[in-house]
């Protein structure tokens, strides 16, 4: 079994910056690619970045720089930085991973934009 525990979501006013992170444990024979989605209210789930286990990265066009995606590969944990963020940007983020061969997702961060 494999989980995928994010952390790091939080308020911050227009302009800050946050750092997720998203930790895989359980069974792990290999890691593939690694990224975040997210949730606005109202909105369906959205890809935000993406990161191969060669650390190849992309990005959705509204994060592109301003959000940095990397990985730590003998921690199994991937992270989110996010800067110069936008009321546009709050959302329920979620880490999603390949891992042996199955997708998994976490259970969600909830980062508020706002003043």
């Known amino acids: 079994q494999v989980q995928l525990v994010e952390s790091g979501g939080g308020l911050v006013q227009p302009g800050g910056s946050l750092r997720l992170s998203c930790a895989a444990s359980?069974?792990?024979?290999?890691?593939?690619?690694m990224g975040w989605y997210r949730q606005a209210p109202g909105k369906q789930r959205a890809f935000v970045a993406a990161?191969?286990?060669?650390?190849?990265?992309n990005y959705a066009d509204s994060v592109k720089g301003r959000f940095a995606i990397s990985r730590d590969n003998a921690k199994n944990t991937v992270y989110l930085q996010m800067n110069s963020l936008k009321p546009e940007d709050t959302a329920v983020y979620y880490c999603?991973?390949?891992?042996?061969?199955?997708?998994?997702w976490g259970q969600g961060t909830q980062v508020t934009v706002s003043s």
């Open positions: 990161i191969t286990s060669r650390g190849r990265t």
């Open positions: 359980g069974t792990i024979f290999s890691i593939n690619a």
């Open positions: 999603n991973g390949h891992i042996s061969g199955y997708d998994y």
